[in-house]
């Protein structure tokens, strides 16, 4: 059984940076793309980053420059480390993980806030 397990998320004034955790079990984020994604309240859930089997990363235009998603094989995680946090990053964050052609898994999300 696959298991993404969040962790990191909190309140950061605006500027300040957080990193989050993806904790992954039942499967290995090498050997799958894996993600995150954030969902704000009254907005649908949407792409922020993520990293290819073969390390390639992808970021969404608002938080390029800001955002960097790593993956550590021998922990079997995923971290996004978030720098110069806008109070539009506050959102509920979640990992996920492409399994196979057409499965996803979901973490139980992690709030962060941004907020003076």
Known sequence: QVQLVESGGGLVQPGGSLRLSCAVSGSSVRRNAMGWYRQAPGKERELVASITIGGTTNFADSVKGRFTISRDNGKNAVYLQMNSLKPEDTAV??????????????????QVTVSS
Do not use: P, R
């Open 93 to 110: 964050y979640y990992c996920n993980m492409k399994w196979g052609i057409a499965t996803d898994f979901w973490g139980q999300g992690t």
